[in-house]
């Protein structure tokens, strides 16, 4: 039973913006805006600094390979040390290897002609504009430089896991925005559970058909496993959906579910999708508590993100 006295007990203020403001004081100023998408990313940071100076909480981020593409990359690297585990997709590792190589990503335009980019030999993501050669070729030549330095290691294994062999990719790559590298530095573990899903994948395939190495998927799921059964307090920041997202709630059902989440989305619920569903669907499948601090945030995480990690101080 609602109380109108509770549902009108926060009346809306106006932003006053001021020059020179910082983004701390700009997001202050919206804490009672009222209204939209605006007010889920107040929510949501309040949300996340809470759930970061849970000294229990283990935390979780999230995200897909799209945004890697972009200069959203280095945000990402840079948030890689405020979390316990992150969680991603194959294209991430294309992705993040391929510009850690050299590889020179452009800005395009979604109205581009494909069929005349295709004749030329660039790809587009969106509107970002991809040579081929500075995907394809500069990601296969730095896998066979990590993996021919990794196997002449002498603690060589021969089975790996995909996190530990992410984790071998991380010490070796040399830049400093690359998101493995700032995972390895930080001691961060990067799960990737669709791993032969992309570039990366063929990569591996390729290599173990010559070489003694096998890949070891369901050992990570081991360690999610016993994550999930370990931890008592668990969060995330979810940036976009599909795998990356699901197989973050998917293992934490197992504890009773998420006690923070945040997620940052572009995608309908009506279609009945898993990057759609708005986080209290989660709550139905005991994969958020019932009583878990979440918010699900509408919009493009290119914009919604620098300034959530900028008024966290995430840097």
């Known amino acids: 039973m609602y109380s109108k006295k509770e549902l009108l007990a926060k009346p809306v203020r106006d932003i006053r913006l001021k020059k020179g403001m910082k983004v701390s004081d700009l997001i202050s100023s919206m804490d009672r805006m009222g209204g939209f998408s605006g007010q889920h990313m107040v929510e949501g940071i309040g949300i996340l600094e809470r759930m970061l100076k849970d000294k229990k909480s283990y935390n979780f981020l999230s ?72 995907y394809g ?96 307090v668990t969060g995330a920041l979810m940036v976009g959906g599909g795998i990356s997202k699901h197989h973050v709630i998917w293992w934490n059902q197992f504890k009773g579910g998420l006690d923070y989440a945040v997620y940052i989305t572009t995608s309908s619920q009506f279609d009945g999708s898993l990057s759609g569903a708005r986080l209290t669907e989660a709550v139905s499948w005991g994969k958020i508590k019932e009583k878990a601090k979440y918010t699900t945030i509408d919009g493009d995480a290119t914009i919604i993100l620098p300034i959530m990690f900028s008024a966290l101080d995430i840097v």
């Open 63 to 134: 995200f897909t390979a799209d945004l890697v593409s972009t200069g959203l990359r280095g945000v990402l690297a840079d948030g890689v040390k405020h979390f316990d585990a992150i969680m991603t997709t194959c294209g991430t590792l294309d992705h993040d290897i391929a510009r850690a190589a050299g590889g020179v990503y452009s800005m395009g335009s979604f109205g581009a002609d494909d069929t005349e980019l295709h004749k030329i030999g660039v790809y587009r993501l969106g509107n970002v504009f991809i040579e081929n050669e500075q």
């Open 137 to 232: 070729m500069e990601l296969e030549k730095e896998f066979n430089r990590i993996m021919a330095d990794i196997a002449k290691a002498p603690d060589y294994k021969k089975v790996y896991s995909p996190s530990e062999l992410l984790y071998e990719f991380g010490k070796r790559i040399g830049d400093p925005h690359s998101i493995l590298r700032q995972a390895y530095l930080h001691k961060v573990p990067v799960f990737c559970p669709g791993i032969v899903d992309g570039a990366f994948g063929t990569q591996l395939t390729i290599y173990a058909q010559d070489h003694d190495f096998r890949l070891d998927i369901l050992r990570d799921e081991h360690i999610l496993s016993d994550i999930s059964f370990d931890q008592k």
